[in-house]
């Protein structure tokens, strides 16, 4: 059948900004005209498809491989209508005990071109899902970017980077330093809030422009910013809003931190400044509202209500005034 003819295919014309993704890609064959190919580290044939839905429908990316058959895909990052996707091609056992037995494949939906597949050809660093950012580029190019610390508890940052012009070449910046160091936050942090303190990532986020800045993002702490196209990239860091409901509740002994994925979000925004006006970086914090359910266990709470706080950040600098 004509692509123009396909109703995924209209779909996928009268949406072209927003769709709503499924968190993992699924095992299976949906062939259509957003399928891509490649092969596997394992030199087994695999395919890539993207099935488009009007949300608040999930749209579905599918992986067809005869060599997966034990465990979904990832999908670690999309930006615009790229993704990047973590497929485990071992057997069960060696997949579980190691990312590094994963493939690691750059999947292009198309967006009126043609649609592609390319593997991150080995050696590649060993990386965890929250370390590597997927920036797009002109001309249908992208670069991929791993940061990680030199050691744990280091100053200092290892980045690496790929370019697809070049995908079997890896980039290695060693021991790369915080030019512009994030600040203090300007109020005092309860003992049981100290995660607020230290940066871990939670996600990364792509912003692009000419010098390819990407975002790595603590959602409790900070942002740590790198011009990944540099010949010398350095990093800077940028504050996030504290969570006041969080260190101000129990009397002022705030409260346990745990993973932040459940109460926070960032976005890049372009055109998203005060009265649409530049780019800015978005926020969202959820502030829930919910009791104890009596004898329902410790865990067991019944939501009330909530409040979402946005903040909106255009300028990028390490002071809690912007």
Request: charged residues 20%; proline residues 9%.
């Amino acid at each position: 059948m004509d692509s123009s003819q396909d109703p995924e295919y209209s779909l996928l014309l009268s949406q072209p900004d927003c769709l709503l993704l499924a968190v993992d890609a699924c095992l299976g064959q949906h062939r259509n005209f957003t399928t891509a190919s490649a092969t596997t580290s394992n030199h087994d044939k695999i395919e890539v498809s993207l099935c488009p839905a009007r949300p608040p429908l999930p749209s579905r990316i599918y992986v067809h491989c005869p060599d997966l058959t034990f465990a979904d895909p990832g999908v670690i990052r999309m930006v615009e209508d790229l993704f990047l996707l973590r497929v485990a091609v071992g057997s069960p056992r060696d997949a579980a005990s190691s990312l590094d037995d994963s493939d690691y494949f750059v999947y292009r939906a198309g967006n009126g071109r043609q649609p592609t597949l390319q593997r991150l050809l080995r050696p590649h660093p060993f990386f965890h899902d929250d370390d590597v950012g997927l920036l797009s580029r002109r001309g249908g190019n992208y670069t991929v970017a791993v940061l990680q610390e030199h050691f744990q508890g280091s100053p200092l940052y290892d980045l690496h980077i790929l370019h697809s012009e070049n995908p079997t070449e890896w980039i290695h910046h060693w021991e790369v330093s915080v030019t512009e160091p994030q600040l203090r936050p300007p109020l005092v942090i309860p003992k049981k809030c100290g995660r607020l303190l230290y940066y871990e990532p939670s996600t990364v986020i792509s912003i692009g422009g000419e010098a390819g800045t990407i975002g790595w993002v603590d959602l409790w702490h900070g942002i740590l910013l790198c011009d990944v196209l540099r010949d010398e990239p350095t990093l800077r860091a940028v504050p996030v809003p504290v969570p006041l409901d969080l260190v101000s509740c129990d009397n002022g002994l705030g409260t346990e931190l745990g993973s932040p994925i459940p109460f926070r979000g960032i976005a890049f925004v372009k055109g998203g400044g005060a009265g649409g006006d530049g780019d800015c970086l978005k926020l969202v914090h959820l502030v829930p509202k919910a009791t104890l359910v009596p004898g329902g266990g410790p865990l067991s709470f019944q939501m009330d209500d909530w409040i979402i706080i946005t903040y909106t950040n255009t300028a990028m600098t390490s002071h809690w005034k912007d």
